[in-house]
């Protein structure tokens, strides 16, 4: 085994981040990606018709909104949404959220033609 194994430091790696809602790869394990985005403000409805998606809390908190609750997110707490709901993430001040998903994930799900959608990940 030649593969170089490093861990991760996250604070190093948001610091590298300078804009919103736009995820980068941090690690993949599995056909799963790990990725880090920073939130603030809210994003687009939409929904995943075929992956799940865990949202963990590193820094800040946001609010994930449903279309009958919304749930809040502080650090050291994570969220699944399951494959096909509808859900809009908010973030009032910024959030640093570590996103793991499969690899073929798209940010904004099944609006496909959104000016925040992301399909060529930058690597951290």
């Known amino acids: 085994m030649n593969q170089k194994i490093e861990k991760v430091n996250l604070a190093e790696k948001f610091a590298l981040i300078p804009d919103h809602w736009n995820p980068r790869i941090a690690g993949e394990l599995n056909g799963q990606q790990v990725k880090l985005a920073k939130f603030k403000g809210a994003f687009d409805w939409h929904?995943?018709?075929?992956?799940?998606e865990l949202f963990l809390v590193v820094k800040g908190s946001f609010d994930m909104e449903f279309r009958d609750?919304?749930?809040?997110?502080?650090?050291?707490?994570f969220l699944i949404v399951p494959r096909g709901v509808e859900h809009r993430p908010v973030a009032h001040d910024e959030a640093e959220v570590l996103l793991f998903e499969?690899?073929?994930?798209?940010?904004t799900g099944?609006?496909?033609?959104?000016?925040?959608?992301r399909t060529n990940l930058e690597r951290l």
């Open 47 to 52: 929904h995943h018709e075929h992956e799940d």
């Open 69 to 77: 609750r919304t749930v809040t997110v502080r650090p050291g707490e």
């Open 102 to 107: 499969p690899a073929s994930t798209v940010n």
């Open 110 to 117: 099944n609006l496909t033609d959104s000016e925040r959608t």
